[in-house]
């Protein structure tokens, strides 16, 4: 009976390795060209087309960072223009924000050195704009539609 349990504990063992290495047959393609998985992503960015563009904290990161001081606070992140721009928008009309709060839509004009989303201490982020009142910022930002 030992003989037997040792047989099957190899045999699930064997299973669960071969199930954890990836796969040799699967497509090359760049990183850069991949999704970012929403339910890993921070927020995503509806393009116009209706494609969405997932962004982790690790994809902002890699952005440069931008401070505003508005209200006598440094608000620092990301600026929203380069955000888009590594989503890969380039050509838009307006960007509307949503969140846990008050929706914001800015026009094109608007989302320029003015406009970064910044990181908060909860893991989230929200508008910080010198375009619409500190009150009606989006903030826990969850997605970003790009017209």
């Known amino acids: 009976m030992k003989r037997f349990s040792l047989i099957i504990l190899f045999i699930a063992f064997c299973v669960l390795i ?11 393609t760049p990183q850069a060209l991949q999704p970012t998985a929403v339910s890993t992503a921070l927020f995503q960015i509806v393009k116009p087309d209706g494609s969405k563009v997932g962004m982790t904290v690790d994809d902002l990161k890699k952005l ?4 505003l001081t508005i209200e006598g606070k440094v608000e620092e992140g990301p600026k929203l223009i380069d955000i888009l721009t590594a989503a890969g928008v380039t050509d838009f009309t307006e960007v509307a924000l949503t969140g846990s709060s008050s929706p914001v839509t800015l ?8 406009t970064i989303l ?3 201490n909860h893991g989230t982020m929200k508008l ?3 375009y619409v009142p500190k009150p009606n910022w989006t903030k826990d930002i969850s997605e970003i539609t790009v017209k």
């Open 107 to 114: 026009t094109r004009a608007q989302v320029d050195n003015n």
């Open 118 to 120: 910044d990181f908060n």
């Open 18 to 28: 071969s199930s954890c290495s990836p796969a040799s047959n699967a497509p090359k």
């Open 128 to 130: 910080a704009t010198t």
């Open 64 to 67: 440069p960072l931008a401070q």
